[in-house]
């Protein structure tokens, strides 16, 4: 995965669920409030967000974890989500190695004051999900708080093993995926979620989540179609697209309604400016509000490809168009 030094990720919808995944989890849905981080408008109405309910769940000390801020709790987290949806009670749970989930329809979800954390720099991903023949449908990670070990400006070296320090990773055909209410920061990695391969899934959502001390991007959409990135308050991040190659799959993504700001670093977002000549046209960034002097709504491909749809965007306090 080679990375740029601004804005690049690796080369490496909006709504609920459709009614046949809801039916495939064998669960219900719910709905969880949440804190928009625009102004309410027709253009940016939501305030909640459909969950699915929990089939049950177990908790990761049932398994053997601590969640006491001190033990590596790796290995439990791994054998509960093998066994099914996982609640974790309040605790400070420590995920210095990668768990792995095979499995569609498997669902995470935090209680307040839940933190999942790393001390470690350069273990690769907390959460990795891993297609492998067939596509993996439904999974979802719901108000869980992630902690890195990077500082709160942000270091990150793309030679190092540690830009792989990404908490939540989707390897291949990955598709209707939920993160939701969750609040990440300061690791190490190019991204906080992100999505690989040249067919990356499709329709995941990213909604109401908090991204702040990033090294580079918080949500990075990577051969992924039709997704929908929305609610989500960025602080000193990135959100956007960004392709390894030109074939890579990409289309119907939408971010709107996010609010990007920058205190430490630099914030922005785009619906694609790196990828070769990849055709960004199908992406629409729009209703975002984008405010401070090292932020920007990054418009224009860089390496000749064509650029996304951007209208009703707010740059304002030294934002600038590029």
């Known amino acids: 995965m080679s990375v740029h030094v601004f804005g690049s990720v690796a080369r490496a919808v909006r709504g609920t669920f459709s009614a046949f995944a809801v039916l495939a989890a064998g669960v219900c849905s719910m709905a969880l409030g949440a804190e928009s981080p625009v102004p309410h408008s027709a253009k940016c109405p939501l305030s909640s967000f459909d969950a699915p309910a929990l089939n049950r769940p177990k908790d990761p000390r049932q398994f053997g974890a601590k969640c006491d801020g001190v033990t590596d709790d790796s290995a439990a987290f791994q054998k509960a989500v093998n066994a099914g949806d996982i609640r974790i009670a309040a605790g400070t749970c420590i995920i210095n190695k990668t768990v792995t989930i095979r499995v569609s329809h498997r669902h995470i979800r935090c209680a307040p004051d839940t933190v999942l954390k790393r001390t470690v720099s350069d273990a690769g991903s907390m959460f990795m999900y891993e297609a492998g023949a067939r596509a993996l449908i439904g999974n979802s990670i719901v108000n869980c708080t992630f902690v890195g070990a990077n500082a709160v400006r942000p270091h990150i070296d793309f030679n190092a093993p540690g830009h792989w320090d990404i908490p939540v990773l ?21 991204s906080m979620f992100q999505t690989t391969g040249a067919n990356g899934g499709s329709g995941d959502r990213v909604i109401f989540n908090k991204f702040k001390s990033c090294p580079l991007y918080g949500p990075a959409f990577v051969g992924h179609m039709h997704g ?62 984008v405010l401070g002097e090292k932020t920007s709504i990054m418009k224009e491909p860089r390496e000749g490809g064509r650029s996304a749809q951007y209208y009703g965007n707010s740059c304002t306090k030294g934002c600038r168009m590029e």
């Open 170 to 190: 989707t390897r291949g055909n990955v598709s209707n995926f939920l993160l939701a209410g969750n609040t990440f920061r300061q690791f190490f990695g190019q």
């Open 228 to 289: 929908y990135v929305a609610y989500n308050e960025l602080v000193d991040c990135t959100a956007g697209v960004e392709n390894d190659d030109p074939t890579d799959n990409t289309g119907g993504n939408i971010l709107e309604c996010n609010r990007v700001s920058s205190s430490e670093a630099v914030g922005s977002i785009t619906g694609g400016v790196y990828g070769g000549t990849s055709n960004y046209s199908g992406n629409i960034v729009r209703y975002n509000v």
